[in-house]
């Protein structure tokens, strides 16, 4: 397709396990982003890929949250030992170059994550 | 945590009236953004603002980055009711993340 798209849509799990969420940027598109919007929030960062550069983990919230990006395309964000307050939305956005004042971050559906 | 705060949280207007929304922030950013985001959808892009006091138009929109580089307003004329979302501000230093701001849900009565 023409824009970022995400797998699953939704996805309810139980506590303590664990969920892979899924990324697939639009093509040609360095560089990759991880956001999370609770209820009623705005988005908070999570992590930040760019090409073959370490990627940005500083908005990890804790070591049971990991991504990979395979191949500089799809990402795959893990939660392990999914905990209640894991729940919210889960957008991926990508952008053409990942640098500069005037690169354009484009955003998924985004997954919607419930743990019960 | 959030460094932007934007204001107001919600807004409820009749079609036709005008809107302002705003965001500050204690930090500098080198670009100020704002999003429309509906329902099931990520945010969409409606402005983006590179330099400080620079205002730009985008149909009924209008907005202006602050001259201090630390707040942004966004303003929307004319409302129809087709307006109806969650506006977001973000700002962003460097190239990679941008900071959001909470959001300013806007309800438009016909």
């Known amino acids: 397709g023409a824009g970022v798209s995400q797998s699953p849509s939704n996805k309810v799990t139980e506590k303590g396990k664990d969920v892979e969420l899924r990324c697939d940027p639009i093509?040609?598109?360095?560089?990759l982003y991880w956001y999370r919007q609770s209820l009623g929030q705005g988005l908070e960062f999570l992590i930040y890929?760019?090409?073959?550069?370490?990627?940005?983990k500083s908005g990890l919230p804790s070591d049971r949250f990991s991504a990979e990006r395979t191949g500089g395309s799809v990402s795959t964000l893990t939660i392990q030992r999914t905990q209640q307050e894991d729940s919210a939305v889960y957008l991926c956005?990508?952008?053409?170059?990942?640098?500069?004042?005037?690169?354009?971050?484009?955003f998924g559906p985004g997954t919607r994550l419930t743990v019960l | 945590g959030q460094q932007l705060n934007q204001s107001p949280q919600s807004m409820f207007i009749q079609e036709g009236e005008d809107v302002s929304m705003n965001c500050t922030s204690s930090?500098?950013?080198?670009?100020w953004l704002w999003y429309k985001q509906e329902p099931g959808e990520g945010p969409v892009l409606l402005i983006a603002?590179?330099?400080?006091?620079e205002l730009t138009s985008n149909g009924r929109l209008t907005a202006q980055f602050g001259i201090t580089r630390k707040d942004s307003f966004l303003n929307i004329s004319a409302s129809i009711p087709s307006d109806v979302g969650i506006y977001f501000c973000?700002?962003?230093?460097?190239?990679?993340?941008?900071?959001f701001g909470d959001g300013t849900t806007l309800t438009v009565k016909p």
């Open positions: 093509s040609g598109h360095t560089a």
């Open positions: 890929f760019q090409g073959n550069s370490a990627p940005d």
């Open positions: 603002l590179y330099k400080a006091g």
């Open positions: 930090s500098i950013f080198n670009t």
């Open positions: 973000a700002g962003r230093r460097n190239a990679g993340k941008s900071t």
């Open positions: 956005a990508s952008s053409l170059v990942g640098g500069g004042a005037t690169d354009e971050q484009f």
